[in-house]
C-alpha cells in the first residue's frame, strides 16, 4: 500500500520561508521512472504544480515560481523535502505531495499523479 | 506557458452522461489525465494515458483525447460523482494542470 503523508508548520509569517516534509511508504525513489511531486490548491481555487524530483534527482519546477522553490530528497528515509522562500498572503494553500511516475513512449510523456497524500493547510499572515 | 481550459462548471442529472471538456494547444499529442476531487478530500486519479482506468474506477468513467480537446465522460452519472474534474497534462520538463470543473448532479 502506498502512503504519504505531508508535515510542517500551519502559519508562517510574510517573508519567511516554508519548508514541508513529504514521507511516504510503498515505494522507493531509486526505482526507474518513481517521482514524487508537490501541488497545492488555495481554498476553493484550482490545482497549481510546484515542483518534481525524480529517481535520478532531476528537479523541475513550475516556471512562475522557480526562483523560490527547492526540492529535494532523501531516499534512505523515503522523504522530500520543498522549501519556498519570501512566503506571501497569496501563498496560502492546501499543499500535497504526490507520487508519480514518468516515462517517455514514442514522443509522449507519460506523468500521473497517485496516490496524493492528505495535503496540509499553510496559512501566510502577520 | 501552457494552458488547459475547462468550463468552470456543469451540471447533470441523475442516470444521465456528463462530458467534460479540456482544451489546450495540441493536447493530442500529449497524454491527457483526470483528477476527481469531492468536497474535503485529496484528489484521485480517475483517468490516466487518456483512456485508462486505474483500479478501483467505475468502467462509467471514460477518456478521450484528440486534436486540442480531451474530454471526460461520465456515463449513467450517479450522485457520488458530485466533484470537481481537473485535467492534466505533462511533458518532460513540467506539468500543467486546468482549472478544473465542478459537476452538480441534480
Known amino acids: 500500500q502506498v502512503t504519504l503523508r505531508e508535515s510542517g508548520p500551519a502559519l508562517v509569517k510574510p517573508t519567511q520561508s516554508l519548508t514541508l516534509t513529504c514521507v511516504f511508504s510503498g515505494f522507493s525513489l531509486g526505482t526507474s521512472g518513481m517521482t514524487v511531486t508537490w501541488i497545492r490548491q488555495p481554498p476553493g481555487k484550482a490545482l497549481e504544480w510546484l515542483a518534481i524530483v525524480d529517481w535520478e534527482d532531476d528537479k523541475y519546477y513550475n516556471p512562475t515560481l522557480k526562483t523560490r522553490l527547492t526540492i529535494s530528497k532523501d531516499t534512505s528515509k523515503n522523504q522530500v523535502v520543498l522549501t519556498m522562500t519570501n512566503m506571501d498572503p497569496v501563498d496560502t494553500a492546501t499543499y500535497y505531495c504526490?507520487?508519480?511516475?514518468?516515462?517517455?513512449?514514442?514522443?509522449?510523456?507519460?506523468?500521473?499523479?497517485?496516490?496524493w497524500g492528505q495535503g496540509t493547510l499553510v496559512t501566510v499572515s502577520s | 506557458s501552457y494552458e488547459l481550459t475547462q468550463p468552470p462548471s456543469m451540471s447533470v442529472s441523475p442516470g444521465q452522461t456528463a462530458s467534460i471538456s479540456c482544451s489546450g494547444d495540441?493536447?493530442?499529442?500529449?497524454?491527457a489525465y483526470w483528477y476527481q476531487q469531492k468536497s474535503g478530500q485529496s484528489p484521485v486519479l480517475v483517468i490516466y494515458e487518456d483512456n485508462k482506468r486505474p483500479s478501483g474506477i467505475p468502467e462509467r468513467f471514460i477518456g478521450s483525447n484528440s486534436g486540442n480537446t480531451a474530454t471526460l465522460t461520465i456515463s449513467g452519472t450517479q450522485a457520488m460523482d458530485e466533484a470537481d474534474y481537473y485535467c492534466?497534462?505533462?511533458?518532460?520538463?513540467?506539468?500543467?494542470f486546468g482549472g478544473g470543473t465542478k459537476l452538480t448532479v441534480l
Open positions: 504526490a507520487r508519480g511516475f514518468y516515462a517517455a513512449v514514442g514522443g509522449r510523456f507519460v506523468r500521473w499523479f497517485d496516490p
Open positions: 495540441k493536447l493530442g499529442d500529449a497524454y
Open positions: 492534466q497534462a505533462g511533458d518532460n520538463i513540467g506539468v500543467v
